[in-house]
């Protein structure tokens, strides 16, 4: 993680927005707050984007306001009672050892609790929710370190609003309201008395969570995910890529470290879908990624969409640059003046090129790897051709690929379908979508676009070719897959135990490990390790022969990062002359002959990407519901559904607008929600995903009205809450 | 080129530098600028680096000076007498009409002349030259299209100067001085009484270059290069990689666009290099682009070395960013951070990450596309090892790889060194490289660097692990290869008809071209072609069957090209089973029978690419010289040599220094220029490029004194004028 105990932040300037956080005075309502003010403690309240998770906190509000932040953790043991622990954002807790820091025994056993006896959302449980204790059920604990830091800044019960007190006065605080904190000191070390713990007695403590000792006596660490899918969703996405080490978190708010197990992934789908381009005539090529402000604003749909994440330099060394640059958000503005000096004649046509790199937009949403980041990864396709036919055919041939993509290569089943006019690409014609869906947080997502982009983008750029009929104006393409693809995999994929990769782009398919005992030195099993390996070839194998660690912390280490199969080769296969194989999707084992290995671990790879595939396909099935009345749209939305509708038209932006309104207020009151909270409001609205290319076919008979403004319905539209 | 005719530029306020240009009084030496006051003509007069190429001054000044760039030929025909033909930035002349155009009559036959009886140097022919030209023997010619300009801006007899005056005063400027010019109107077609220029009268002409028509009736322009290697070495580097459509010129200064062309052989580089480093253990990765201030300044040398190049993002939208951050000029700083959370143990080494990526560094020196970018594309890897002898292993594996990169890959030879203290990477502890010669500029080049960075970037960067000995610093290595070495393969092996690729890295290594005459169409050559094809399988090969372009305008696109070979296929191979063969590199044709093609032209490829990196050799080797004393040391320079001498320690960067500035003196004083001139006196000064790794034999005697000091040498140090 990344706040350093002791930073310091900036602090900004009251009513100063800075990247949508601006200091603001208390505001009436809030009982801490104004709590704090008649305790006549000093503190400083922001106002941000809604921040749930420590880690869209760290993204929002890392270098922009003062203090260290706090991850709050809500436990209980059905005997002990409940506590709120309050930690640094960088301390991994041990639930084992937990209890006995807190002292509460050694039989403790401790689960993350519903956090409704306390009236606020999960993601604003701190602290300072100990106000609404009134019954005082709960014992805040505070990590040590969070009291060496000047400041504390935390939600005072809502998430959109974080305050900064310095530690002592929070200390102060939660004295005043009857809630005197423990404080938890996580560097001195604690023996259970099983004797599984350390024996070290030194209380250096850098590493959290206890330490075991295998049999080369070597410390290592058995670090399993502490946050599940079920009950805390975006914590266990934040713990899940970065234990399989996917992820890690910068310095710069919003950009992601992609280490090698994602960009491996990554490397796969790009060696995958930069062929099949190929095979249809694209070739890559590199274009600046620096962009004018002219080329930028020349059309005016297109920078509306971009402006306001754009990132600009405006300065090289200690020089003021003569007008201020562009870094790209996408490049048709680029790539298309270029275009209009290469294509002269008809036969220069179709062009077709294709970048990989990456992209710059600076959102103030808050950020989640993969799926929103600042800079992200993409593949950028742009075509021109000499007819809108050759242009639509070029669009759905790579909305072939993206399908194939995540379907064939991710597992993860997708909808192919048209946007429609209110969310197509600003100033294109028309855009094709792949929407996937992610069961753990019950919404949808893009997976990537295709669009026929008409001849808008050529008239503004001059793009005119001779042809035998006189001038001709042709009609372009753009189309792009990002590293949100990866994002999306991980979360329909992933379970308690970690990652689970599909086989086609797991980095690496088969994990080998040698079970070296007493009476079997690694030395006696290498012949059977050789042997599996040469049967192997030409899958993505590696043998962990690593001799400091337990085949214990390899099983949770390989099963955390997702590997496939995992195949165990010990003294009993040595006499076998076999193999034990795991599979990391259903836990399934079996023993193996070597003789057959080859055919069963492709059999099983194929097996495991189909399984997976089906095990996506039927949860996405499972909230899929067809709805012709309005009365059915929202309760299918509150039971997370993606929902099928007759629809009037894509072209009807003002009823789809109508819509995403009615469909907010209506889930608010469903929900007994104040429509005040317009920022959960807004994801609480229906958005149009697309119009489903494979139509129920029992529409066009006419009499079908729009489940909205009952007119006739032109067609199936698909709506969900969405990313 | 990216000049619009009509653009209006930007207008610097007097005396203020932007980016290295400045508006100036005038100076009282300049014949030119006396003139225009004595002639009250309004005039703006900028200072700026060295620009003696219309494509470099179009880079620093493109878009900071007022008014259109011109572009000047001095021409001569031995009947005709001499023209100063001036014309706008973006006109391709062609030689063929041009004498029509000039008035100059049919059987003229213009060469390229030579400018010493203007008095200027090569890049000073401008209009104003013509003040020089007493006996007035040359005829100056203007662009219609410069009179439609405002402004025109040009050198005033010295290349770090330009002026710019309005385009009427410049004609009347002319006038006064008795170089009344003719005027001439490029839209107008004009025709040859050979007939082969077009038939259309329109005057539409926005083609140049006189169209011919191929048999099928349709336009086709065959642009040959203008500039030869010979007379004007950057001037034939800028149409080669435009002409071959490696690079197009973008819209922001120093930023070039990589066509499919180079992209190409750059996917070829790639390919091979990131097989190879993966062999050796190295994951890729990818971090972002931005680095905050504080993590890129930590390193004292590190950052003097790329601060001054560095582009900050100070806004996103329309909001003012906290604090700037940088755009990456390199990423060891960004990196290394990440290293000290990833490396714990020692168990944790080596650590070998890789990233593909572009890096920005705003330089101010005029730029050149491939060999010197604001923004370009390279591999970085960063590794840490446990011993300074791992990391000195990694090092050299890294530079080995460079080395065949060069060799076997480009067919450049290349010499493998050390650089000294003074040249070595900053904040490392040494840098090993590969240093290649372009005979064409008579200078040296930096291949690729890697280096030992020592426990320098660990110590800043707090990367340390556990041991069993304690902790323990890590060593790290950094190696880079860019772009660039796409431009040094172009500046060795190209010629007068254009590129010359090496098989290895074309991205077609075999053209075939049907030969289609009226009594064999394409239909019937189709199953000879099949049979050509998949005889080459395997081979990058491309059919050129295009109907509407004759064989001799294919002979010259892919010759411009560089295509290794092209593989004729016409009715008489037809009745031979066979085809005929033409070698780019050398013109040798020959014909083969089908059965035995695929083994022909498999060998042809290996000879192609032996013959080409013999011919550099030689080419280099020719310019190779031992020195010992200083007397011989700068003629040896003057004739564009490599020059080893033995040298009294790398270490010794104060001698280092006193040899740069000594040999630039010297030089100065052999041309008989003038010491004030600094910026051509800069690239007169000797650098040292590396102490080689192959040493002479003849060193450890003890008694060989070092050329310059005379104190016992330590090493043979090569050194050159630069890039």
């Known amino acids: ?347 220069d046509l179709p062009l077709k090129l294709n970048q990989w790199c990456s992209v710059v937009r600076w959102e103030f949403k808050y950020p989640t790897p993969f799926l929103r980041s600042r800079e992200f990864l993409w593949q950028e396709g742009h075509t021109a051709h000499a007819t809108l036919e050759e242009a639509d055919e070029m669009v759905l041939d790579i909305l072939a690929l993206y399908g194939y993509v995540y379907e064939e290569l991710l597992a993860v089943p997708v909808i192919r379908g048209t946007k429609t006019e209110k969310e197509k690409f600003a100033g294109g014609l028309r855009t094709s979508t792949v929407e996937a869906y992610i069961a753990g947080s019950g919404r949808a997502i893009q997976g990537a676009t295709s669009h026929n982009l008409g001849q808008n983008f050529a008239k503004i750029y001059d793009v005119r070719v001779e042809s035998e009929s006189g001038k001709l104006i042709p009609w372009q393409t753009s189309w792009g897959l990002t590293t949100r693809s990866i994002g999306v995999m991980v979360m329909v994929h992933g379970d308690n135990q970690g990652l689970v990769l599909p086989p086609r782009v797991a980095p690496i398919q088969v994990v080998i490990i040698p079970l070296v005992y007493k009476t079997c030195t690694l030395d006696d099993l290498a012949p059977l390790v050789k042997k599996v390996e040469s049967a192997l070839r030409g899958l993505r194998i590696r043998v962990d022969d690593r001799p400091n660690y337990s085949p214990g912390w390899k099983y949770n280490h390989w099963e955390q990062k997702g590997v496939p199969i995992r195949i165990e080769v010990g003294p009993r296969d040595m006499e076998g002359n076999q193999a034990t194989l795991a599979r990391r999707v259903d836990g399934v084992k079996k023993v193996v002959p070597v003789a057959d290995l080859a055919a069963v671990v492709n059999e099983d790879l194929d097996d495991i990407h189909r399984t997976m595939f089906r095990n996506a396909t039927a949860a996405r099935d499972a909230k899929f519901k067809q709805v012709t009345e309005w009365a059915d749209f929202v309760p299918a939305l509150d039971q997370d559904c993606l929902v099928l509708t007759p629809w009037c038209g894509p072209e009807n932006q003002r009823a789809e607008e109508d819509v995403k309104e009615k469909s907010k207020l209506e889930a608010l009151q469903r929900a007994g929600m104040d429509a005040e909270d317009v920022r959960t409001a807004t994801s609480l609205a229906a958005k149009t995903l697309c119009i489903p290319h494979d139509q129920p076919t029992d529409l066009p008979d006419g009499s079908t009205t729009c489940f909205f403004t009952g007119k006739p319905a032109t067609c199936w539209c698909l709506w969900g809450r969405s990313y």
Not at 227 to 241: M, N, R
Request: charged residues 30%; hydrophobic residues 40%.
């Open 1 to 347: 993680m990344r706040v350093a105990k002791t930073q310091k932040f900036h602090v900004l300037e009251a009513g100063r927005a800075k990247d949508g956080v601006a200091v603001i005075e208390d505001e009436a309502d809030n009982v801490v707050l104004a709590k704090l003010r008649e305790l006549k403690i000093a503190h400083t309240t922001y106002a941000h984007p809604e921040v749930p998770t420590v880690e869209s906190m760290m993204e929002v509000l890392g270098d922009r306001v003062e203090g260290v932040l706090t991850k709050n953790l809500l436990l209980k043991d059905k005997k002990v009672g409940s506590f709120l622990v309050c930690v640094t954002p960088d301390r991994t807790v041990d639930m084992k050892t937990l209890p006995l820091r807190l002292g509460a025994g050694e039989k403790c056993n401790f689960r993350l609790t519903d956090c409704h006896f306390l009236g606020v959302a999960k993601g604003a449980v701190t602290p300072y929710a100990a106000i609404n204790d009134i019954d005082n059920v709960v014992t805040v604990a505070l990590d040590a370190e969070l009291l060496k830091a000047k400041f504390v800044t935390t939600h005072p019960l809502r998430c959109d609003r974080s305050v900064s007190v310095s530690s002592s006065d929070l200390v102060s605080f939660l004295d005043q309201i009857g809630h005197e904190p423990k404080i938890i000191d996580f560097s001195k070390e604690v023996k259970k008395s099983s004797g599984s713990a350390s024996s070290s007695s030194s209380a250096a403590g850098k590493k959290p969570t206890a330490p075991l000792r295998n049999k080369k006596g070597t410390k290592e660490t058995l670090d399993r995910l502490l946050a599940t899918k079920e009950e805390d969703f975006a914590g266990w996405y934040a713990e899940v890529i970065s234990k399989s080490e996917m992820i890690e978190y910068g310095k710069i708010s919003g950009c992601y470290i992609l280490r090698p197990w994602s960009f491996g992934v990554w490397e796969l789908i790009q060696k995958w879908f930069d062929a099949k381009i190929k095979e249809i005539g694209v070739d890559n090529c590199y274009f600046p990624m620096f962009v004018t402000k002219g080329a930028l604003e020349a059309e005016e749909d297109h920078v509306e969409g971009f402006a306001p994440e754009v990132a600009w330099v405006t300065r090289s060394g200690q020089t003021d640059l003569t007008e201020p640059i562009a870094i790209r958000p996408t490049s048709e503005t680029i790539m298309y003046p270029e275009f209009a000096k290469w294509l002269r004649s008809h036969r």
